[in-house]
Antibody, heavy 119, light 107 residues
Framework: QVQLVESGGGVVQPGRSLRLSCVAS????????MHWVRQAPGKGLEWVAV????????YYADSVKGRFTVSKDNSKKTLSLHLNNLRVEDTAVYYC????????????WGQGTLVTVSS | SFDLTQPPSVSVALGQTASLTCGGD??????VHWYQQKPGQAPLLVIY???NRPSGIPERFSGSKSGNTATLTISRPQAGDEADYFC??????????FGGGTKLTVL
């Protein structure tokens, strides 16, 4: 079955960087686009970024554009999110999720990894 | 920007029907997806493209859309259906958008 396992979260100071990973199994990773979605403590879901199945296109939420970079290694079945110049408001659980195309649902989700930005 | 509006909370008695709404301009032209999130868990897709149920989702979950409002209906909800429910669409100018979520309480 589909499994997505995120890692890389932790406590980091404002202005520092972090790299999150999402390792996939149980499906053809190279055929799927992948999203990152975050959820601040006690808040709703916020879309962060998406990368298409072959890595050809990437889109970002305005709140992270220029600071976060999404990448996908199909040979390693791994999705990454590089978080630079972190802010306190980036504190959240970060989820990776699968998708087929823009209007498609986010079919499967990982369990998330917590990023805490604090001085 | 494109916004989706959900009521913060909905309460329903056991045996009744819960209707969770999601409003947005021109939502009738967009595919609406619904996710269930229980405390401490990842979101789970329960309805996709307005009214379709993924494999494994009980038949008591259904979706519909009328005018500028999409609705997730839960017939005879169980205690285990207590959760936060989020609607989501893709908008070509705003990208992927989630509603603020509705907390469902089963009394």
């Amino acid at each position: 079955q589909v499994q997505l396992v995120e890692s890389g979260g932790g406590v980091v100071q404002p202005g520092r960087s972090l790299r999150l990973s999402c390792v996939a199994s149980g499906f053809t990773f190279s055929a799927y686009g992948m999203h990152w979605v975050r959820q601040a403590p006690g808040k709703g879901l916020e879309w962060v970024a998406v990368i298409w199945y072959d890595g050809s296109d990437k889109y970002y939420a305005d709140s992270v554009k220029g600071r976060f970079t999404v990448s996908k290694d199909n040979s390693k079945k791994t999705l990454s999110l590089h978080l630079n110049n972190l802010r306190v408001e980036d504190t959240a659980v970060y989820y990776c999720a699968t998708t087929r195309e823009p209007a498609a649902p986010l079919d499967h989700w990982g369990q998330g990894t917590l990023v805490t930005v604090s001085s | 920007s494109f916004d989706l509006t959900q009521p913060p909370s909905v309460s329903v008695a056991l045996g009744q029907t819960a209707s969770l709404t999601c409003g947005g301009d021109n939502i009738k032209t967009k595919d609406v997806h619904w996710y269930q999130q229980k405390p401490g868990q990842a979101p789970l897709l329960v309805i996709y493209r307005d009214y379709n149920r993924p494999s494994g989702i009980p038949e008591r979950f259904s979706g519909s859309k009328s005018g500028n409002t999409a609705t997730l209906t839960i017939s005879r909800p169980q205690a285990g259906d207590e959760a936060d429910y989020f609607c989501q669409v893709w908008d070509s100018s705003t990208a992927w958008v989630f509603g603020g979520g509705t907390k469902l309480t089963v009394l």
